[in-house]
């Protein structure tokens, strides 16, 4: 199976693309013996099924669809390809060539030191991931088959979209265990949209995203605890008019009671989704034929 499915018609239908990293099912034997709890593990690290939405609603709406078939387990498609932590990795033959770099950020640090960098090494309440250390060429070989041809084809996908309509939007789709109601009283949140706290999408689309959840009773957070990672902080241009959002999706929604396949909440989140991007592709269309008024304009 390939690393990812890129599916898109041209010209775009709408001014959206939609993209899936962590939902992906593709499991190599070798990579599954060399885990430790497998059949445990590799669903938790998964954005189980959200893909799955992702597919019905660009059928529906027309938007690309970009899904990675690569697990998260492999290689993490939202995490930047120096987030490793490399007292998981064996040496490289050849130092002069290796990826050693320092990590460019302190939140991204964290993500490898808290075991779910590049390569995830350990989850909470399970410990270490994997029998043995990889090999670096290993490592070089994930990043050069999965991660870069991945983030090319988003880059190229939505350079295409932003070129026919003057502005395109990305939105990243994930799903969240269930949260916790941020005060007594009030209902736990079940979506999550991510920004990067404004850097990575124009606040008149988030806040049509807000309107939206709002008037369908559907409590919604904003940043947090999710606020975007690796695929928002390299794809948003908000001055070349690509916008990038994160979309957070309660399992409870969509999932059975195990968590583990579609259950009866999963027509209606399709459709409350479909609902959510056609009014926001409308937003960013009409962004993008203002953006090239005001172009032609100063020319």
Do not use: K
Not at 115 to 141: K, M
Not at 267 to 273: E, H, R, Y
């Amino acid at each position: 199976m390939p690393a990812y499915t890129l599916r898109r018609v041209e010209p775009s239908s709408i001014p959206l693309v939609l993209a899936v990293p962590h939902a992906g099912r593709a499991y190599a034997h070798t990579l599954l013996e060399r885990m430790r709890h497998p059949a445990f593990a590799a669903p938790r690290l998964e954005d189980r099924y959200v893909d799955l939405i992702g597919a019905e609603v660009a059928r529906r709406t027309g938007a690309a669809l970009l899904v990675a078939n690569a697990p998260r387990a492999m290689i993490d498609l939202n995490r930047a390809t120096d987030d490793v932590d490399w007292e998981m990795v064996g040496p490289a033959p050849d130092a002069s060539s290796a990826r050693r770099t320092p990590v460019r950020a302190a939140g991204l640090a964290s993500r490898s030191r808290s075991g779910l960098g590049l390569i995830p090494r350990r989850l909470p309440g399970l410990g270490e991931l994997w029998n043995r250390r990889l090999d670096h060429h290993e490592v070089e070989e994930r990043i050069a088959g999965v991660h870069e041809p991945y983030h090319a084809a988003l880059a190229e996908t939505l350079a295409t979209v932003r070129d026919r309509w003057g502005a395109a939007l990305l939105i990243d789709l994930h799903s969240m265990p269930p949260l916790a109601p941020p005060h007594p009283g009030l209902p736990a949140p079940q979506f999550v949209v991510g920004d990067r706290f404004g850097a990575a999408c124009d606040g008149a689309l988030v806040a049509a995203a807000f309107s939206f959840f709002a008037t369908r009773g559907r409590p919604a957070a904003h940043n947090r605890p999710y606020a975007g990672g690796y695929v928002l902080e390299r794809h948003a241009r908000r001055s070349a008019g690509v916008h990038c959002l994160q979309l957070e999706i309660d399992r409870q929604c969509y999932l059975d009671s195990r968590m583990a396949e579609p259950g009866e909440g999963f027509g209606a989140t399709v459709s409350l989704v479909t609902e959510l991007v056609s009014a926001l592709a409308a937003d960013v269309a009409g962004m993008g034929r203002e953006q090239r008024h005001w172009r032609s304009a100063a020319e």
